[in-house]
């Protein structure tokens, strides 16, 4: 059905549990991976205190480091179900678009994602990038919940 499934990760128990279920997915299917963690970019004013904290250079190496740890776990596990693998690692300021741009630059046939679920004013003050990727993108997108 799928030949190549975009997973987007942010290192959440909600991400992974839906790498899990799409990487056993994937492996059924006989699908290739991509796995994608979007960092965001340092700003200087911010309500993030972690981002208030540091300097530039130390935030843009701590958001790296994460980002691997997230996408060397996930590669481990994808290798593990002897699924094929890439990674990817970007820096966006609006994480949608990132997962739209990387699904249709990386020629994947699906999005796989995870979704907190959460409804009513939650979700309108929280915003949902899943939402969002379900709103703006011409890729099919399986939610995991």
Request: glycine share 6%; hydrophobic share 40%; net charge neutral.
């Amino acid at each position: 059905m799928f030949k190549h499934m975009l997973i987007p990760i942010d290192g959440s128990k909600c991400a992974s549990d839906a790498l899990r279920q799409a990487i056993e997915l994937a492996r059924d299917m006989r699908a290739k991976v991509t796995l994608l963690v979007v960092t965001e970019p340092f700003r200087l004013l911010s309500a993030e205190a972690s981002q208030i904290e540091r300097v530039r250079g130390e935030f843009e190496k701590f958001q790296h480091e994460h980002a691997a740890q997230y996408l060397g776990w996930a590669r481990e596990f994808a290798q593990g179900h002897a699924v094929t693998c890439d990674t990817v690692q970007v820096e966006h300021d609006q994480p949608y678009v990132a997962i739209i741009d990387t699904a249709n630059k990386y020629g994947c046939d699906v999005i796989a994602m995870g979704s907190h679920g959460y409804g009513g004013v939650k979700a309108v003050v929280l915003g949902s990038v899943t939402q969002k990727v379900l709103t703006h993108c011409q890729t099919p997108v399986l939610v995991y919940r």
